[in-house]
């Protein structure tokens, strides 16, 4: 059965203070690794898409890895701003649903 | 604006008393869901559809009903909704789904079944 989990469940970072989110996963055969960021109240917003391990993707002040069984979400200096519940999905090769993980809330602190 | 939009954004009812939510892109994507998310649970997908007249259950489709007469309109329907229904719904497209490309997703409608 395909499976994503996310630690931790919360992350609590002052502002400048580097830090990384975890995403593992088991599937049959991954077609893409997906993170997303939502906010209060909205839905979730796409951020990168990972295909194979060794791939790396860049935005602002994020950065994500994967490997052939985890993925991490890697801030560098957070700010305030990037407080908010940050959600990592995979979907398999046969199938067509996005499976997604419980996600990581983050707040970020001035 | 490339978007898919969801209403109503909040909604109270009660329960038997049957409801649509509406949900509608507008970037020609064939491929459609409804997912309901709930704390300690996550997303989880209702129901989807590869293109018009082409639906199929996803991991929670009891109690709910779709319909895709229209490439942009993906309605979902709760005949008989339950208490166990309350939760937050978002409607999410994408071109195709051997495509790759990321699933966008509407703002969310909120449901509370009393």
């Known amino acids: 059965e395909d499976q994503v989990t996310q630690s931790p469940e919360a992350l609590r970072l002052q502002e400048g203070e580097s830090s990384s989110l975890n995403c593992s996963y088991t599937?049959?055969?991954?077609?893409?690794l997906f993170w997303y960021r939502q906010d209060p109240g909205k839905g979730p917003e796409f951020l990168f898409t990972?295909?194979?391990a060794g791939e790396e993707k860049e935005k602002e002040r994020l950065k994500a890895t994967l490997t052939k069984k985890e993925s991490f979400l890697h801030i560098t200096a957070p700010k305030p701003e990037d407080s908010a519940t940050y959600l990592c999905?995979?979907?398999?090769?046969?199938?067509?649903?996005?499976?997604f993980g419980k996600g990581t809330t983050l707040s970020v602190s001035s | 604006e490339a978007q898919v939009t969801q209403n109503p954004r909040y909604l109270i009812t009660v329960t038997g008393k049957k409801l649509t939510v509406t949900c509608s892109q507008n970037?020609?994507?064939?491929?459609m869901s409804w997912y309901r998310q709930d704390p300690g649970l996550g997303l989880r997908q209702i129901y989807y559809?590869?293109?018009?007249?082409?639906?199929d259950k996803g991991d929670v489709p009891e109690g709910y009903k779709v319909s895709r007469k229209e490439k942009r309109n993906f309605p979902l329907i709760l005949e008989s909704p339950s208490p166990n229904q309350t939760s937050l719904y978002f409607c999410?497209?994408?071109?195709?789904?051997?495509?790759?490309?990321?699933?966008?997703f509407g703002d969310g409608t909120r449901l509370s079944i009393l």
């Open positions: 999410a497209s994408t071109l195709r789904v051997g495509s790759n490309q990321p699933q966008h």
């Open positions: 599937v049959s055969g991954l077609r893409g």
């Open positions: 990972l295909y194979s």
């Open positions: 999905a995979v979907r398999s090769e046969a199938g067509t649903a996005l499976i």
């Open positions: 970037m020609n994507h064939e491929y």
């Open positions: 559809s590869m293109n018009v007249e082409v639906t």
